[in-house]
């Protein structure tokens, strides 16, 4: 863009700068022509000299020889002039040209001949003012032609907004369902809860059956042991008997059958005495037997009959025992066996019972260990929960005694493996002094700096995802941060804290993963003392911009080895403030913080990633009173609160999602604001000292870690996200400042052209001297350097958003192509190319610049110096890209590789230390 105040480009001397319309002489005004920066050379500018009106003329054209220089003054002469009214020369000719012309005439009238204007010099006076017109109004309508461009283009970017909020509301929308999710997983997760219960009441039914059946089974068992102890006896004892009763049986069988062997043998000798005294009786009716004799016979007979009946009952009755004894033991036989089947039924009975019993215990245990696995899923789905809100990680870490300290009192009652952790308070010893904290994780004092870092190694390698991550270390002076986030003195590597860890490991993934990922990591370490922001790599005190904004222009150094991580490291905690307290000898009273940044390229897609990783060792917490401080002691711990507190609000705020997010209340929130935000994962090391003196600090510590613990900030987001509505958003933003910022400058160009030309011509035409000169001057600078600064900043924010196809980036380039097309006009006009263009090769597209500013005079050593105005345009170019500063990462603008580890080294030596 140009305009007829653009060939006032230089000043004369500063404070009275002249109009080209307005020289005091010819020679002064032809003195001045070169300055201009808008004077092109010509094409054969070996040969003419500047100073003469023909040099002004580009070459091919003739008017030039309307002039002759005879005796330092222009003769005109009428065929020339003649020549020039009948061809078109006039239209061709640079307007340098034609306004030296217009000088020349009335130089050479006014000064030489009296203000007498001949005719044909006035006629082309006349023509070659027309032309100067035609020219303004081209450019009017240039001018009328672009605004309405930019219309068009604000209208675009107007449903581009648009379309941009629709998808912002669709993000909304996403959460919606994200929200849904969430409370299906609660629901599952309550359900689980109520599962789980339900399994630990079965669980506890189950025992008490168990212990009943033991019980029952205990008894049947002494019952059966019992019962079958007296089975036995009873048939032992049937036994014997009936062996006893068989024996008697058989005896009285023998005897009986002894008897009857006895009473035939009885019979048989009565028979045979019969017989006999038959054969008596015989003898007696022979010899006369005596009545005596038959008599005994007779009751001899009778004797034995009696006997014989007596024996054949007794015989009847011995019969009917031995069938009565016989019936009796089948009796029992059968007795027996049933019992036995009883018996066996009984012990079928209790196998399959112990066996259903066996059956269940496996259940029990099954489920008991179910009931771990529920519980681990539930931990899980808890992180997993987390992971989802974004929650801040809250990690405990109790120090333990330290050598030399005595036996001391603990206040840390206990600490569960899921994050539990039970305080006691001393002055309430039993129930009522406990209070139970909960907590992502709590280590015990006999944790390890290699647990610790394997907890949050993950979080720290996501880095190279390209997340945004800070972990902090918060506690009381003494309570162990910098052992977590640094070492102790000396450390060895089982030693080493967080920060050593973090670096090595971000290093050596990264070469691994190099033959598919091209990273490069840098390392910045400040401090912020008394806010102040200091720089531990160089020990120069590193200027925080008016913004405050962005992260300071602190030295960044690239790390390649673990050589380089260790000395980077050791300067960095040599220049790091201590000084002694009450409390701790060794207290650091300052903030510090290790920032790596990690930028990956894909070798394969092309695509890049930024991540960083704040990683900040917090100042001690404790109050003021009780740091027994006065003096600098005072300020310091002021200092400190305020900070701390800040950093607490800025927290708070982001889990309330408010609106203002105070970020500017110290140096500390706004040197984290992009590692606090809502796309960082933030992890917090809540530090406690054990010992009881400490449990008040320990409680505040605690409370402040508690809620911290409950903070959301949503889901973290990679830079590798193209899509990011919040990119989109920071990129529209800039976008609409951008579109701001162009129709400021139009309509500072329209004044400029309004007001400003006619007054010239005004002041002109009654020879007034013009200061508004300079102000073009002024205002001519800023817009080439602002369009330089464009270039620059155009070309970084590219640089930061290479990945891949981004709708950010797409803007950008249609951005880009629009620019281009609307300064197409000018390049196809070249009529007017020496009004537009302030040189040859450099028509750059005016694309940006800052709001009108108050136009104060320039000196001529502001202007001469080139590196002046380029330290102004690195200032306004790093104004304005921290102002933007959400739209490129730090790490995006480029590592500024001041030199490798061991040139630090041999640098720091000499470099100012702040102790
Ligand atoms: N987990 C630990 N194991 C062994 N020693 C520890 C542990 N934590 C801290 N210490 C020791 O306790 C002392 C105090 O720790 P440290 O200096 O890290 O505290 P701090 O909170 O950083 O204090 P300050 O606020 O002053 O910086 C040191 O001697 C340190 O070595």
């Known amino acids: 863009m140009n305009s007829l105040t653009d060939q006032s480009g230089s000043s004369h001397g500063g404070s009275t700068p002249r109009s080209p319309f307005s020289p005091s002489s010819a020679h002064e005004r032809h003195k001045g022509l070169p300055d201009s920066r808008f004077q092109r050379p010509l094409p054969n500018s070996s040969a003419p000299d500047p100073s003469s009106p023909g040099s002004m003329l580009h070459g091919g054209h003739k008017s030039h020889e309307a002039f002759q220089m005879k005796q330092g003054r222009f003769d005109l002469q009428a065929a020339k002039i003649s020549e020039l009214m009948k061809s078109n020369n006039l239209d061709n000719a640079p307007t340098q040209s034609l306004l030296s012309i217009v000088n020349g005439i009335l130089d050479e009238t006014i000064e ?17 003012v027309q032309e100067i017109e035609r020219r303004i109004s081209t450019q009017s309508e240039h001018l009328r032609t672009q605004n309405s461009v930019f219309k068009a283009r604000e209208e675009k970017y107007q449903s581009r907004i648009k379309v941009l909020e629709t998808l912002a509301s669709g993000t909304s ?12 997983i609660k629901t599952e997760k309550s359900k689980l809860e109520e599962k789980k219960k339900d399994k630990e009441e079965d669980m506890v039914r189950l025992e008490k059956e168990n212990g009943h059946y033991n019980l029952e089974i205990f008894t049947l068992r002494r019952e059966l042991e019992t019962t079958k102890k007296a089975y036995e006896q009873q048939c032992l004892q049937m036994e014997s008997q009936t062996k006893v009763a068989t024996a008697g049986i058989e005896d009285r069988v023998k005897e009986l059958e002894q008897m009857r062997e006895d009473a035939t043998t009885a019979k048989t000798a009565l028979e045979e005495r019969v017989r006999e005294l038959e054969e008596m009786g015989k003898e007696a009716n022979v010899v006369k037997m005596t009545l005596e004799e038959k008599s005994k016979a007779k009751e001899m007979e009778e004797k034995s009959e009696l006997k014989n009946r007596s024996w054949s009952q007794k015989e009847l009755s011995y019969r009917s025992f031995i069938s009565f004894q016989f019936k009796a033991l089948q009796e029992l036989r059968f007795c027996s066996k049933s019992i036995k089947e009883e018996i066996l039924k009984v012990q079928d009975k209790y196998t399959a019972e112990f066996s259903q019993l066996g059956r269940k215990l496996l259940e029990l245990g099954d489920a008991a260990a179910n009931y771990h696995e529920v519980l681990t899923e539930n931990q899980k789905l808890f992180n997993e929960l987390q992971e989802l809100k974004g929650n801040i990680r809250v990690y405990c870490r109790v120090r333990p005694f330290l050598r030399g300290q005595g036996a001391s009192k603990t206040v840390v009652e206990n600490i569960g493996d899921h994050g539990e952790l039970v305080v006691l308070n001393p002055t309430k010893p039993g129930k009522d002094g406990l209070r139970k904290f909960r907590f992502n994780k709590v280590y015990s004092p006999a944790s390890t700096q290699a647990e610790v870092f394997s907890d949050i190694k993950p979080l720290v390698r996501s880095v190279l995802d390209g997340y945004n991550v800070c972990i902090f270390a918060y506690g009381q002076t003494g309570s162990g ?14 030693e080493w804290g967080v920060n050593y860890r973090a670096l090595n490991d971000l290093f050596k993934i990264s070469q691994t993963r190099k033959s598919n990922i091209a990273y490069e990591v840098g390392v910045q370490m400040v401090e912020i003392y008394n806010e102040q922001v200091r720089d531990l790599l160089s020990g120069i005190l590193s200027t925080t911009q008016q913004n405050g904004l962005a992260v300071p222009d602190a030295s960044m150094y690239p790390v390649t080895s673990t050589s380089d991580v260790l000395e980077l490291m050791s300067i960095g905690l040599q220049n790091r403030a201590v000084s002694s307290t009450a409390l701790n000898e060794r207290s650091s009273r300052s903030h510090s913080i290790v920032t790596v940044h990690v930028r990956g390229k894909d070798l394969k897609t092309g695509s890049a990633l930024y991540g960083n990783l704040h990683l900040v060792d917090l100042a001690g917490s404790e109050r003021v009173d009780r740091s027994e401080v006065t003096g600098d002691r005072l300020k310091e711990a002021q200092h400190i609160n305020k900070s701390l507190s800040a950093l607490g609000d800025v927290i708070f705020s982001l889990a309330s999602k408010s609106s203002h997010v105070p970020y500017r209340n ?29 449990y008040s600090e320990s409680m505040s ?34 976008l609409k400042d951008t579109i701001a910022r162009k129709d400021d400058e139009i309509e500072r160009l329209h004044l400029l052209k309004d007001i400003n030309y006619p007054q010239r011509l005004q002041r002109k035409s009654l020879g ?38 981004t709708l950010a980036s797409s803007i950008d380039a249609e951005y880009d192509d629009e620019t281009e097309s609307i300064d197409a006009p000018s390049a196809e006009g070249r009529k007017t190319e020496s009004i537009d263009a302030p040189s040859a090769e450099g028509r750059k597209p005016l694309k940006i610049s800052d709001k009108p500013k108050p136009v104060t005079p320039r000196s001529s050593t502001t202007t001469s110096r080139p590196l002046d105005k380029l330290k102004q345009v690195a200032t306004r170019t790093s104004n304005i890209a921290k102002a933007t500063s959400g739209l490129s990462s730090p790490s995006s603008q480029g590592m500024k590789k001041t030199g490798s580890a061991s040139n630090l080294l041999k640098s720091s030596k000499d470099s100012k230390r702040w102790s």
């Open 112 to 128: 030489r001949k009296n203000g007498e204007i001949p005719q044909r010099v006035a006629s082309l006076l006349r023509k070659v």
């Open 173 to 184: 929308e996403e959460n919606e369902i994200a929200t849904r999710q969430l409370r299906r």
């Open 481 to 494: 941060k910098t052992y977590t986030m640094t070492g102790p003195d000396g450390a060895s590597e089982e």
């Open 666 to 694: 110290s140096k500390l929130t706004q040197l984290l604001q992009s590692s606090l935000g809502g796309r960082a994962k933030t992890l917090m090391f809540v530090q406690l000292n054990p010992d009881i003196t400490s």
């Open 701 to 734: 510590t605690l409370k402040f870690a508690e809620r911290v613990s409950g903070v959301e900030l949503g889901a973290a987001k990679s830079s590798k996200d193209g899509r990011d509505v919040r990119d989109l958003m920071e990129q529209l933003g800039s």
């Open 768 to 805: 007034q001297s013009d200061d508004f000169n300079s102000e073009a001057g002024d205002s001519q600078l800023s817009i080439e350097d602002d369009s330089r600064f464009q270039q620059d900043y155009t070309r970084q924010s590219r640089h930061s958003v290479t990945d891949g196809e």
